[in-house]
Nanobody, 122 residues
Framework: QVQLVESGGGLVQAGGSLRLSCTAS????????MGWFRQAPGKERDIVAR?????????YADSSVKGLFAISRDNAKNTVYLQMNSLKPEDTAVYYC??????????????WGQGTQVTVSS
């Protein structure tokens, strides 16, 4: 049974940082394209960042996070991270980890985590 368990969310002041973790069981993160989505209240779930199976492809689909967020993967820990710096109130959302068998994470990935709340206060 595949599980993606996110952690690291919480309440932070604007300008602060958080690091989200997504630890997988039942699959090997190095064999999947991985990524992070977020969903703000009343909005659709959007992709934020993704990393390809080989690790060579990293893409930040949301232009507002380029240079501020960084996705990475630790194969030994079977974990994917999202480092978020200079957080803004508009980054407030539930953040979801996702895994896809495809070489590039799509909009309907094969597996989802349960989500972790990130709240940025002004």
């Amino acid at each position: 049974q595949v599980q993606l368990v996110e952690s690291g969310g919480g309440l932070v002041q604007a300008g602060g940082s958080l690091r989200l973790s997504c630890t997988a069981s039942g699959l090997t993160v190095s064999s999947y394209s991985m990524g992070w989505f977020r969903q703000a209240p009343g909005k659709e779930r959007d992709i934020v960042a993704r990393i390809g199976r080989s690790g060579g492809m990293i893409n930040y689909a949301d232009s507002s996070v380029k240079g501020l967020f960084a996705i990475s993967r630790d194969n030994a820990k079977n974990t994917v991270y999202l480092q978020m710096n200079s957080l803004k109130p508009e980054d407030t959302a539930v953040y979801y980890c996702a895994a896809d068998r495809a070489s590039v994470l799509g909009l309907r990935p094969d597996y989802w985590g349960q989500g972790t709340q990130v709240t940025v206060s002004s």
